[in-house]
């Protein structure tokens, strides 16, 4: 996109696409190479996983991954995977405003809740979760194999 791009959402689909989107994933998940996040971006697509980014204009500044599926606990849900945004551009409302999108998607799409997880050390994103009215609602176990 040329640099006097209006700011807008992007769903992308493409590997170009997608390869945009890269950095502010990078941001929340170092461990990732490029060609890694499009190996398994495209594996989870397969699972009904999608991207919405937010593109400033000049670049892509924040994005989530998320998937509408069902849970026995909750019903229909969209859950968030990922919302990340590159750290020169926090605290700018870019993640309120992809946040805000996604809401508004599982309206649309008729679900019962909005779910995610977030690391326990990550407290500006809890505040923007709490202002936004999320709760926090239980503790997540994991164990690794």
Same mark, same amino acid.
């Given at each position: 996109?040329?640099? %006097? ?10 590997? #170009? ?11 929340? /998940?170092?461990?990732? %190479? ?13 699972? $009904?996983? /999608? ?5 400033? $204009? ?8 998320? /998937?509408?599926?069902?849970?026995? #606990?909750?019903?229909?849900? !969209? ?26 998607? #599982?309206?649309?799409? $008729?679900?019962? #809740?909005?779910? !995610?997880?977030? $690391?326990?050390? /990550? ?23």
């Amino acid at each position: 996109m040329p640099p %006097s791009t209006p700011p807008t959402f992007l769903c992308p689909e493409t590997d #170009a696409e997608l390869t945009r989107c890269f950095p502010a994933f990078l941001a929340l /998940r170092p461990h990732l %190479s490029l060609d890694r996040f499009l190996e398994q971006v495209r594996r989870q697509q397969e699972q $009904g996983f /999608r991207i919405v980014a937010w593109h400033d $204009g000049t670049q892509v500044v924040s994005a989530a991954g998320y /998937r509408v599926t069902e849970f026995l #606990a909750w019903g229909k849900v !969209l859950y968030i995977d990922d919302l990340t945004t590159l750290a020169s551009s926090r605290q700018q409302g870019h993640a309120g405003r992809l946040l805000d999108w996604l809401v508004a998607q #599982a309206r649309q799409q $008729g679900c019962d #809740a909005v779910h !995610l997880d977030s $690391g326990h050390q /990550r407290h500006a994103a809890h505040r923007l979760y709490l202002n936004k009215g999320f709760v926090l609602s239980s503790h997540h176990f994991a164990l690794a194999l």
